[in-house]
């Protein structure tokens, strides 16, 4: 069982910038690929970012290419999301995922197997 915690959210400016994080635990061969998904009420949940542990890499939505950057810090257990410029659109919950998976499946579009609470986000125009 993998456990995943989210801080960080808050209110921002556009324009500002935040940085989540989210803390992981449990059996680290279950998450191997960790990732940020956000869902605005009403809408379909939309996966962010993603990073594959070893050998590290990374995949973006193009919504969000050049804006953001996921990171991970094995020793914490902890992965980040940094998030600059941002837009009213980025306004959504933040979610914190999880799963064992191939580096081929590990993707935003791809589905996870753990999920946090969700981290509120708000930008202000």
């Known amino acids: 069982q993998v456990q995943l915690v989210e801080s960080g959210g808050g209110s921002v400016e556009v324009g500002g910038s935040l940085k989540l994080s989210c803390a992981a635990s449990?059996?680290?061969?279950?998450?191997?690929?960790m990732g940020w998904f956000r869902q605005v009420p009403g809408k379909e949940r939309e996966g962010v970012a993603t990073?594959?542990?070893?050998?590290?890499?990374?995949k973006y939505a193009d919504s969000v290419k050049g804006r953001f950057t996921i990171s991970l810090d094995s020793a914490k257990n902890t992965v980040y999301l940094r998030m600059n410029s941002l837009k009213p659109e980025d306004t959504a919950i933040y979610y914190c995922?999880?799963?064992?998976?191939?580096?081929?499946?590990?993707?935003?579009?791809?589905?996870?197997?753990?999920w946090g609470e969700g981290t509120q986000v708000t930008i202000s125009s």
């Open positions: 449990g059996a680290s061969y279950n998450r191997n690929c």
């Open positions: 990073i594959f542990a070893v050998p590290e890499s990374t």
């Open positions: 995922a999880a799963k064992r998976s191939l580096y081929s499946d590990c993707r935003p579009t791809g589905g996870m197997d753990y």
